[in-house]
Structures are given as C-alpha cells and as structure tokens.
C-alpha cells in the first residue's frame, strides 16, 4: 500500500483536509474516503458522466482527476447544489418534469446543467443537447431532462432579473 | 408538450389520485445525492472483493492456484468454485414459473470445470482495499487448456461443433427455457440446442395457396446490453450465527435472496437481502452474479465484503440479450388480408440455456389476427456470455422480423401500412398463433391514433428521409406480491411494499391506496422492504409492478378502509353499513352531521382500540397485455451511411396511466433503447471470442445529442382485469423501434435492412450492393 499524502481543499463550500493515496482518483476520494457517495460510478472512464462536478468552474469527470490534484480547488458535488433553505431550481425542474427514472445518472446531470445554466441560463434545446451529450441516461430518452433544464433555465433567468 | 390522452371509454370513472401527476415520493433524495445505491453503502471493517475472469472463451480449468495472491499483504481470503456447493443440474422450480438449472446458475457466478466464455468468473478475492484485490487477482495461476469456441448459432448447431456442456440434452417443452442435463445413465452425447419447439395453428397449406403475394425474408441481429448506468454491487455479512445479511441492487430482493441459497446450500431463511436504489435494471439485474460470491468471502473472513463491477465487467461478466437469426414467410391476398405465415427463430443463449426465445415466439405476431401459422424455435448455447433478460425479452427481434416483412407486403400490394395492420388487427376474441385469446386490447383504437396523429399526415419533404412505422405487442406479466400499509396518528399512512422501484413505481404504487383512501397521494409514504420486512414479492419485471403491487396495494388500502369504518362504527356506536368512505371522509349514510375526515380518525386509532394495519398478499390474474405503435422519421447520409432520427412518435395502449409523466418516460426511455438497438449497438467479438468494444465509448448507447423529443400518445383502452384498468407499460416500447426505423429508412433509400444494427458500414454497405444489383440489372 502507498503511503498517504495530504490535500487541503475546498468543497461544496468547506475546507477540507483529506488523506489519499496518488492513485486515488477524485471519484474515489470523494466516494470512499470522504463517504459522500452522491457522486456515482457509471463507467470510470470518462464515458458516461454519472461523477460529474464541477472543479473551479469547469465541468469535469471526477474519475478522470486524480484525488491529489484537488489541492488548493474549489470543488462543486451532488451535495453541494441544494441552498440550506431548499433545492436549487434545476433540482426543483427535474422533480417536476419527472426528469428521472432509477436516479443513477441524474446527480451527474444536475451538476453538468448547473455548469451550463450558471454560464448560460438561456441555453436553448440544440445547445443544451449538446452540453449534456457527455452524460448518459438509460432510462429516460433525455425527453424529460432536456425539458427540466430548460425550464429551469426560464426560472434561473427570472430569478437573476428580479435579483438585478 | 405533445403529448395527448386518447380515451376510449364514454364514461370515463373520475379518479381523484390516479391519473394525476404528484412529485414522487422518493424525488427528493434522488436529485440531492442522498439515495443509496448498491455501491454507496460502506460498513466498519469492510473488505473489498473482485472476481478473475476467463481470458479465454472456452477452455479446461486445468488448475488454480491460489497461494501467491493469499501472500499478498492485505489479501484476506480468495475463492473458486471449489468453496461451492456443486448443485445438480436437474431444473428447479423458484417460484411461480421462475425455472433455475441450479447448475448453470452456481457455474455463472464461478466457473467450474469449464470457462465457457471471455470474462467467465473464475476466481475471487478480498482484500483490505480494491486496488490491493485488484493486485491479487495478477497472483492467481489459473492453467486453462484452451479450447476452440463456437460463436454464433448457425455455427453451434453444426455437425462437428465444439460442445459447451456435454450433457445438454435438447428439450422440446417451450415451457422449460433453462435447459436441462441428461441423466447420468444416458449415454447420449450432448448438444448446444438446449430447445427446440413448435406453434402451429391453422392449415399453412391452404393459407400460402389463398395467397396473391408472399414475401419470404431472413434476419440476423445481434447481442445487445441492457446499458443500465449503474454497475453491480454487493455486499455482504455473514454473521457467526448462520445468518446472512446482502445489501445489494436488483430487481428482486426475493430472487436474489432464493437464487443465494440455492448456490451456498443454506436455507432461505438464512439470508436477509436488503434492497438498495436500483440504478437500472431493464432485465439484467434479475440474476445473482456477486452476491454469492461476498457472502462466502465474508463467511471466511467474518468482515463485510464487497465486490462490485467495473463497467468492462458489467458488459464482459452479466447478460446481454440474445443475438439471433430468424426466417420469415408471409403471405397475403390482394385486398390486404394475411392468410399464413411461418417463422424460425434461433436465439443465442450465450454459455448457458435460457434465451429468451419463448416469449420471442408467443410475441412475434401478437398484433395480429392470423388463422394460418407456424413458427419454430432454438434456444442455442455458444461461448459469450450468459444472456439475461432485457425489456421485452425476446420479442424486440421477432418484431424486427415479423414487421420488416409486413411493411413489405403493405408496399407490395400498395395498401398504407396502418390500413394494411387494420385490416389483419387482433381484437378481443382474438386467438393467437401460441394460442391464448385475447382479453379486450387496444390496437385498433391506437393504430387509428397513429392514423389520426399530425406527425402521419405531416409532409416529409427532401431527399433521403423517410418514414416507417412499427406495430408491437408483449403479453405482461403479474406474480405474486405483498403490501403492508401502517395508519399514522398524523393521517398519513407508512406503505411498505416488496417491488424494487426501476422507474417510479412507488409513486404508481402509492397513488392506488391514496385513491382507494381518498387520500392526497403525497399523504402515502411508501417503501420497499427487506426480504424479512415484507411478504414475497416477485421480481420487479414483465411490466408487473403498477399492476401487482398496485394491486396489492389497492387490497391493503380496502383492508384499511374496512377497519376504520369498523372504527367508525364503534365510536359513533352503528352500524358498519351505515358508514361510507367519500373522498377522505367518513360519514353516515343518514346523519349528515356523524363525519370524520382520514385525517382526524387517525388521529383517534390508538385511544379508540388501537393501531390500523393493513395488509395485503396477491396472486392477481386478469393481465392486460400492451400494444405499440411508432412512427419514425429518418435522414440517411448517402456519404455516410448515418441516419438520424428527425422526428419519432410513440403510441400506446397504457390500460389507464397511474401517473401518466412516469408512463410517458417509460415509452421514450424504451423508445430510445430500441433506437440504439436498431443504429449502434452491438457486441464485437475478435475470432478467439473476445469482447473488443467493452467500454461506453465502443459501446455507443445513444446520448442527448443524437435524439429529437419523442411525442408520446398514451391510448387508455382500461384492463378490465384490473381494478383501475391498469396495463403493464414499461417494456412494450422497446419492441417496435428497431422495425419503424428499418421501415423508415426503406422509404428512404430503398433499401430494406435485414440486419441489425443499421449502422453507417451496414447502411453503406447495403446501398452500395443495391447501387451494384442496379447497374448489373
């Protein structure tokens, strides 16, 4: 076994001091040394988007970053997308739209369009198909998920209006 | 969006829950990260297992040794199938028709004498971490004489083939699907057709002579995976008592528990199997392949173990479904009406009996009224890997075949294509070629949805697009299934329920005792239970759930509702007729001034006598079987080969729609399986057998990117089977696709596709040897 190293980073908000081996990617850290498991392993690699998260800003696969390259980032998860008082609009879409059947893909999902709305809350159907066509869902035909964000593209673009 | 209810019934009953859509019970968790999937459970001192597989499709286990990688610092146990009890090969009865070789099923999870295919489990460790079992693994000598493998059906059932088990006799009852062995006295040699069997009906003689066209075709299509997101995962502890406890996903607590007890030779009762977020199944998650295998590796290390899959192990290691080479004939008279048809269909089992061939066969052609018929079976061994269930199973390729062939009889006599299955449609009364008749189903009506629907009659302008369309049928399934259901002194009720939820069926399940109740459906609290914490349930499959469990749950809300009129009865001091239940409130049937809302009698059970449980156990017959029709449109790229799907638009007959949002994604998730069935998937295997495309790279499922919307149009014709007139809806969708868009890139490029996938090289191909068979005309 190879002796641990040390990370200081930053997720969802919290500095964390974390443990990990230099072959640990950052899906397994987060899965199996930190035990928020809300980040999925579909594929391991870099196919299918279950880990999806967003590191300083960028949408990566989270089994495609080592752990240790995680210093000094600031890392966005599953669990970090929801406000303390309620869900955030895109988690809020997909529950109406009925965006998910068995739920596997669908952290991944909402983390990849967050990257997206964030930037551009006025994606339209072509540009969200295309942002997302790195997550793969097999339950859905994407009908519904491409409906969720684009409704919740319509609600974070009122929010920021009104915010403005 | 376009989606339109198509009622039938005049006078449609008014429900108050059912048909609504609420926010699902278990939404919340699933888009926060909280739900627990099989591999998202860790427990203090846990180990972590992972499996060898065969690198060879077929070969003697000559020896394993196992000594260096139990050297291996952090390495706890290793297993083969020598730890295994060797059950015998006789079939077994699971339960309600689930027919198991005890022997094949123990020879999947580990491989024992033979590897029959690349990726056969071998051998297993534990060891304090994956990377550190990973390294074990490199440290098993296992010595394999190789032999030659046999890898499609045609070449299987040769004179001369390589045989995968030497006792395989060839059954003739289409009934028994997992194959059986000879007995030891009989000394006939094996083979690799487990089965062979015939549906006749009618004189076919007779039928082809009354006929003024025949088409005859021949079909291949090839294995394809289920492609659920979430990979396997089990874990287990086995305690010093004896007792077992498995965390793991599948589609069925109660097989997983049944199927583990059969292959470690302990009673069921043994075991508990607590069902975890299942993260797609579509079939293939109805089988044990880990959980066996964590429960011994804990047995010898007395600490939790887990093992869980990496996808080239999912595709390498668990079923696919069946590839197959089917024949058709047809024939049909001038003003369009079919008067025979005869079909063979082989289907490739992989290493071990059970394709799906049977219902491949009873579905072929399900849609249709056909007096004269015959269509013949094969289920056929070969070394890939085991195949499992998948949406529909075997009916999707039967379609493919059956509607490809009809398509062409349409066009030959220049009859439409919906006019030409109106006219041959089946109906109520209506006996199938397999022989059951048909209870009252929907076809007509939802072809004269599809005939009615804007995307029809819309114009399809420009070169190289076209338009199909599919008809498919699937017969459902039911089983038994169990409901418990606890009244909270807050008005709520705790619904406890055996089905694992693929899709959104706690919410189907729920919303039938809310309606019964006359209940909001977010004042249901369901869940599903462990094998110890609620009756039998059959597995999670043959689009049974929002049936029988819906059923069970209706049942357990009417057992509620008895008690608490009782209760009624007994505060107010009448009698029990005299108290009606109306939308959530109690009332006299004379007084109107004696009422209690749910609500406030909940909240008066436990002073009142005490705590209201209801309960219910089901074997529901009265099945309604489920119709589809789609209508695709498609653009081949001549440079290319490509085709795009422009526009697509699925109908169904859905019986009613509980909760018509988790119905309408039903049919596009089966809808767009079928649509990567029929342009990309497919298993690549190299000549020694190997799998050569086991990644989602390779292995192209379709993404957002190569899809437009799919309109769905739920047709409600009511089972009158069932208490809501409930349909199961989940699996017909798969079964249409891959024929509309053959059909579609027919009226394309004239060309008809007879192997699937119709991919670029093959739609290519298949251009340019038309191109060719023109010039040399």
């Known amino acids: 076994m190879s002796k641990k190293i040390h990370v200081q980073t930053n997720i969802n908000g919290s500095d964390i001091d974390l443990l990990c081996e230099s072959r640990q990617s950052l899906l397994e850290v987060l899965r199996d040394v930190l035990n928020m498991t809300g980040t999925k392993e579909g594929c391991n690699d870099g196919n299918c988007g279950a880990c999806s998260v967003i590191v300083d800003g960028r949408l990566i696969d989270s089994c495609l970053m080592l752990g240790v390259e995680a210093e000094g980032k600031q890392i966005t998860t599953i669990e970090g997308v929801a406000y303390t008082d309620g869900l955030h609009p895109i988690q809020q879409a997909f529950l ?26 006025e994606a339209d159907e072509a540009r969200i198909r295309h942002w997302l066509a790195g997550n793969l869902c097999r339950c859905t035909g994407y009908d519904k998920i491409v409906r969720a964000v684009l409704d919740a593209g319509k609600t974070m673009t009122a929010q920021s209006k009104s915010e403005s | ?193 487990a089965s062979r069997f015939v549906f006749e009906m009618g004189d076919l003689e007779k039928g082809f002579a009354e006929a003024d066209v025949v088409v005859e075709r021949e079909f291949r299509t090839k294995a394809v995976h289920q492609g659920y997101i979430e990979p396997h995962s089990a874990t287990a502890m086995w305690n010093r008592d004896g007792h077992v406890t498995i965390w ?48 011994w590796l804990s047995k010898k290390t007395g600490r939790p173990v887990k093992v869980s899959m990496s996808r080239q192990e999912v595709f390498e290691g668990t079923g696919p479904t069946s590839g197959s080479f089917m024949k058709v004939k047809m024939g049909a008279t001038k003003d369009g009406r079919i008067t025979a048809t005869t079909a063979s269909l082989i289907y490739e089992a992989g290493a071990f009996p059970g394709s799906p061939i049977n219902p491949g066969v009873q579905c072929m052609f399900g849609p249709y009224d056909i007096a004269n018929g015959r269509v013949e079976g094969y289920d056929v061994v070969i070394n890939t890997q085991k195949t499992a269930a998948y949406r529909a199973p075997g009916a999707p390729a039967a379609a493919y075949a059956a509607e490809s062939v009809i398509d062409e009889l349409a066009e030959k006599l220049n009859i439409d294509p919906i006019d030409f299955r109106v006219r041959n449609v089946a109906k109520e009364g209506t006996r199938r070629l397999t022989g059951p008749v048909f209870p009252k189903i929907g076809h007509l009506e939802t072809l004269e949805a599809a005939k009615n629907h804007p995307h029809w009659n819309a114009p399809l302008e420009g070169p190289n697009r076209g338009r199909g369309i599919a008809a498919g049928f699937w017969f459902n399934g039911s089983g038994p299934s169990s409901a418990t259901a606890s009244v909270s002194q807050d008005g709520t009720v705790i619904l406890v329920e055996g089905s694992p939820d693929i899709g959104g069926t706690r919410a189907a399940v729920a919303m039938q005792m809310a309606e019964v109740l006359g209940i909001p459906a977010e004042d249901v609290h369901p869940s599903v239970g462990d094998t110890d914490s609620i009756g039998f349930t059959s597995t999670t499959g043959g689009s049974s759930v929002a049936f029988k469990t819906g059923w069970a749950s209706y049942e357990a809300a009417q057992d509620i509702k008895g008690q608490m009129i009782e209760r009624v009865a007994y505060i107010w001091d009448v009698s029990a007729e005299d108290v009606e239940l109306t939308h959530g409130v109690f009332h006299h049937k004379s007084d109107p001034e004696l009422r209690f809302t749910f609500k406030e009698l909940a909240g008066l059970l436990l002073e009142t006598g005490g705590p209201i449980v209801g309960r219910a156990a089901v074997n529901p017959e009265g099945v309604g079987s489920a119709i589809a029709v789609h209508i695709a449109d498609v653009e081949v790229d001549p440079e290319t080969g490509k085709t795009e799907v422009l526009r697509y638009t699925a109908l169904q007959d859905v019986g009613k729609a509980v909760h018509p949002s988790y119905v309408e994604g039903q049919i596009q998730g089966g809808a767009v399986q079928g649509i990567g069935w029929a342009l990309n998937e497919e298993y690549f295997f190299d000549e020694e057998g190997r799998m050569t495309n086991s990644s989602f790279l390779d292995y192209r499922m379709p993404t957002s990117l190569d899809l437009p919307m799919i309109d769905t149009v739920l047709v409600e014709v009511p089972n009158p089977g069932h208490p809501f007139g409930v349909r199961g809806v989940g699996e017909v969708p798969i079964v249409p696709p891959m ?39």
């Open chain 2, 248 to 295: 793991c996903s599948s589609q069925g607590q109660f097989a997983m528990r049944d199927q583990s007890a059969l292959i470690l030779d302990i009673p069921l009762s043994q075991i508990k199997v607590i069902p975890l977020e299942i993260g797609g199944g579509f079939g293939g998650k109805t089988l044990v392949y880990l959980e066996p295998v964590a429960a």
């Open chain 2, 739 to 777: 024929a509309a868009i053959a059909n579609a890139i027919k009226a394309a490029t004239g060309v008809r596709m007879t192997n699937l996938p119709m991919s670029p090289g093959e739609v290519l191909k298949s251009l340019w040897d038309d191109e060719e068979g023109k010039n040399a005309g």
């Open chain 2, 1 to 193: 969006m376009a989606v339109t209810t198509v009622s039938t019934v005049e006078e449609k009953p008014k429900y108050k829950v059912v048909g609504t859509r609420p926010i699902r019970h278990d939404g919340l968790e699933k888009v926060t990260g909280q739900a627990r999937y099989s591999a998202d459970i860790n427990l203090p001192g846990m180990l972590h297992g992972k499996v060898l597989r065969s690198p060879h499709a077929h070969a003697v286990i000559k020896s394993i040794d196992t000594s260096r990688a139990l050297a291996l610092p952090g390495v706890e146990a290793v297993m083969t199938s020598a730890d295994l009890p060797q059950p015998s090969g006789r079939v077994a009865d699971l339960g309600e028709g689930a027919m198991m070789n005890p022997k094949f099923l123990s020879n999947n999870t580990l491989a024992s004498g033979k590897a029959l295919y690349k990726g056969h489990a071998v051998a297993a460790v534990a060891a304090v971490s994956q990377h550190v079992a990973e390294e074990a693994l490199s440290l098993i000598d296992v010595e394999y004489e190789v032999l030659p493998p046999v890898l499609n059906a045609l070449d299987a059932m040769k004179e001369g083939a390589p045989i995968l088990h030497e006792r395989l006799f060839t059954a003739d009852n289409p009934f028994v699907r997992p194959g059986g062995l000879r007995d030891d006295a009989d000394p006939e040699g094996g083979s690799n057709v």
């Open chain 1, 96 to 121: 109406e739209n009925a965006a998910l059947q068995c739920g596997i893909c669908t952290p991944g999902f909402i983390v990849a369009a967050k990257a997206l709305l964030e930037e551009e809350p």
